[in-house]
């Protein structure tokens, strides 16, 4: 059965990454999820939190929000305080890159990545984790190009993707209408080993066999590998030193 979209039910919606999308950011991406855009940049800090001083490592966090204009009801700016969607999303971020980074090799100092939603049409969170990994990629080569790292401090590739069941059809990478009718919700961050970093998952006011996560673990997998190879399209075979 075809979705509303035009898409089958174990296809992608259309994935592009822009490289260089700001200028002063050691690594920035315009990715595309379909309607959903999200920018995200990488920067490079000397020095890092006090719990990590002296001991030689270095440490990579993140930050979310979506802007104003993202949804069709505006959005109030979080000014002082993230709000807790906002605040448990970028801590996602943060934990799914620091699980394919050698944080001894970057030294004592901190990774920043920032990624604001520019148009929000589902699946915010993932397409964040994937275009982040784009741009830390770019940090990476700028890294190594400067001298400050004799080696790539990526230890693997990384991409996220959504699931779900959507009036009875299991679903690869929902939109926000699919999402909003979904039975069954789920987020999953992998590598490009094929090895789950995170796996977030829930029924919406129903319960699911135990063989039905295995479906959909299945259909991510295959969705994550896709969306590893736009990846290795944007940073180029040359540099793709990971896998």
Do not use: H
Not at 191 to 209: D, H, I, M, N, R
């Amino acid at each position: 059965m075809l979705r509303r979209d035009g898409r089958s039910a174990d296809e992608l919606r259309k994935v592009t990454i822009e490289r260089n999308f700001v200028k002063y950011a050691q690594g920035s991406t315009l990715i595309s999820f379909g309607d959903t855009k999200v920018v995200c940049t990488a920067m490079v800090e000397e020095g890092v939190p006090a719990f990590l001083r002296g001991g030689n490592e270095g440490w990579l966090t993140a930050e979310y929000g979506l802007l104003p204009y993202s949804t069709p009801t505006r959005n109030l700016r979080e000014v002082n305080q993230r709000r807790g969607r906002s605040y448990e999303i970028q801590r996602l971020i943060g934990r799914s890159l620091r699980a394919v980074v050698d944080l001894a090799r970057l030294g004592e100092r901190t990774i920043w990545i920032d990624c604001d939603v520019l148009q929000a049409d589902g699946g915010t969170r993932c397409a964040s984790i994937t275009g982040a990994f784009v741009a830390l990629a770019d940090a990476d080569r700028w890294l190594r190009e400067k001298r400050i790292v004799e080696d790539s401090i990526i230890k693997d590739s990384l991409a996220a993707v959504s699931v779900g069941i959507s009036r009875g059809e299991k679903l690869l990478d929902l939109s926000f209408q699919e999402d909003s009718q979904a039975s069954v919700d789920m987020n999953v961050v992998m590598t490009g080993k094929k090895e789950l970093v995170e796996v977030q998952v829930s029924g919406e006011g129903t319960s699911f066999p135990r063989a039905m996560l295995s479906k959909l673990l299945d259909l991510a997998e295959a969705g994550i590998a896709k969306l590893i190879q736009v990846e290795k399209g944007a940073i180029g075979i040359d540099e793709w030193n990971w896998c």
